[in-house]
């Protein structure tokens, strides 16, 4: 059985960072490209990045390019999603999930297995 499970979220400052973890089990981690999404209260999941089966490509949704860095750890099973410079508009339920093969990278409709989410809040 396929599962993710999301880790470091919490409550940061304007400005600060925070690094999350996506540990994956039950599944052949280098086949598959790995989403970050988020959700944040009263709106629907949204985009963040992706990252390759081999870790060598990333995408970025344009509102955390540059602030965001997407990579893998093929030995742990383990995607991490590292936020910097946080603003409040970042606040939301950070979710990793699976890309299906063939599936869009950029709308949740292409992900399958996904995580419980971890909140992260922006806040001073």
């Known amino acids: 059985q396929v599962q993710l499970v999301e880790s470091g979220g919490g409550l940061v400052q304007p400005g600060g960072s925070l690094s999350l973890s996506c540990a994956a089990s039950?599944?052949?981690?280098?086949?598959?490209?790995i989403g970050w999404f988020r959700q944040a209260p009263g709106k629907e999941r949204e985009f963040v990045g992706t990252i390759s089966r081999s870790g060598g490509s990333t995408h970025y949704e344009d509102y955390v390019k540059g602030r965001f860095t997407i990579s893998r750890d093929k030995a742990v099973n383990t995607v991490y999603l590292q936020m910097n410079d946080l603003k409040p508009e970042d606040t939301a339920v950070y979710y990793c999930?699976?890309?299906?093969?063939?599936?869009?990278?950029?709308?949740?409709?292409?992900?399958?297995?996904w995580g419980q989410g971890t909140r992260v809040t922006v806040s001073s």
């Open positions: 999930a699976v890309n299906r093969p063939g599936g869009s990278f950029y709308k949740p409709e292409g992900y399958d297995n």
């Open positions: 039950g599944i052949t981690w280098d086949d598959y490209s």
